[in-house]
């Protein structure tokens, strides 16, 4: 997989941000609402990342610098966003190569520490962090109050 940083605007992204809705409409019912907007996944306060088969738009993922007075979260957090691929795709380690491109993009742009929240109606996404080395943190942001939610963190480390 070609994994490329593109604006989350970019065509390609949007096709798969539209996706990800759709599996969270047929997982939960509704499509995530937490406030996101183009202009947070741009260095140095994010990044969205596109991975390609064949020049096919197939996985993605970004990341952003939350606000810490609105979500609680603190300085050096990076809050991981739209991580998905394509159904047609998935069990080939495309998610496990995303998530370590975010992380190692994360950490070299400063970040200290990697959240995301996820929910129980998604259990691989949750195997595929703990797998990973995330641990349960407190919950932050919109959905903090649902029962559904499940909230992780990593510590990002140079090696």
Known sequence: MDIRVVAFDHPDA???TAEVQQEYVRRYGTEDETPV??????????????????????????????DGSKTGLSAGDVELKRMYVAESVRGRGYARAMLAE?????????GRRVVLE??????EAIALYRSSGYGEIAAFGLYSDTPESRYYGKALVHH
């Not at 975010?102 to 400063?110: D, I, K, Q, V, Y």
């Not at 996820?118 to 259990?123: C, V």
């Open 14 to 16: 949007a096709k798969l």
């Open 37 to 66: 907007e183009a202009a947070e996944f741009a260095l140095p306060r994010g990044l969205f990342l596109v991975g390609y088969l064949d020049g096919v738009p197939v996985a993605s993922g970004g990341w952003r610098v939350p």
């Open 102 to 110: 975010l992380e190692r993009t994360a950490l070299a742009a400063g």
């Open 118 to 123: 996820t929910g129980t109606e998604q259990p």
